[in-house]
């Protein structure tokens, strides 16, 4: 039996670039964290030492920044296919690229009422992300976002679950249902794509389904912001979720003589439920 490689790429992780726009007084920040990849012919690097069709991945570095002054950052999305399409274009030996962007958000920090031009305050929490597989024949994009907590203080239940010798959990007709949510859809082919305008709009699309659909289940709930974005994006093919379910218990507080009517909770932070759903188009409403 031979030995042979196997499947295998190679790239730079994690480059920190910070594209400041200061053509005006009113400075723009995009805050990214990019990691690269390049698979193909590369057999000979790894059999034989034969680095010739390699490009190094300090090379791969210097792109990623010297394509945020070139190219620019307009979107995570748009910059990720900039990139993606010239670490090819340098390859020879290169079939395809992977790209991951995480975009870090700052909000300009308020002075008098006003945005100030060029200070601005870190955003907690949320990432926006995207990612770019290139090859010869297409360039897929999936976008998402990670780490968008979300709390609603009612409108939520969870009963007639089923039951064994070792349940112990009540059933609950009012409870707290909270979530550290990732979201990631893929874009369908359908031409030009306006990618801020597209994920401030899902983005919106899911806090509002989360808010306002009475959920018996967090998986209810996924499945319910899923439908919402495929049904107002035509351009989306799909969107999968991972939501660990934060746990908020009501804390016992008749020992020190006090009423609890669902106003006072422990937050637990493990262990946790952990659902994960994709909620896709049929085959032929996928083009």
Known sequence: ???????????????????????????????????????????????????????????????????????????????????????????????????????????????????????????????????????????????????LTVLKSTGSEFKGFLKDEYTTLPEADDRILATALTARWRYADRGRIEWNATYAEVRALLLATFATTYSRALQETLYAMGRAVLEAHPDIAEISFVAPNKHHFLVDLAPFGLANPGEVFIAADRPYGLIEATVTREADDDG
Do not use: C
């Open 1 to 147: 039996m031979g030995i042979v490689l196997g499947p295998n790429q190679y790239g730079k992780a994690e480059n920190r670039v910070v594209r400041i726009v200061r053509d005006t007084p009113r400075h723009e920040i995009r805050d990214l964290n990019v990691s690269t990849a390049l698979r193909g012919d590369f057999a000979a690097a790894h059999t034989d030492g034969d680095q010739s069709q390699v490009l190094p991945t300090d090379t791969q570095k210097n792109t990623a920044f010297a394509f945020a002054k070139r190219h620019g950052v307009t979107s995570p999305e748009d910059y990720a296919l900039a990139l993606a399409r010239r670490l090819v274009e340098a390859t020879p030996a290169a079939t395809g690229a992977r790209v991951l962007v995480e975009e870090y958000a700052w909000d300009r920090i308020v002075v008098d009422g006003a945005g100030h031009d060029h200070a601005f305050v870190r955003r907690g929490g949320e990432v926006r992300t995207t990612e770019i597989e290139l090859s010869s024949e297409a360039a897929h994009v999936v976008s998402g976002l990670t780490d």
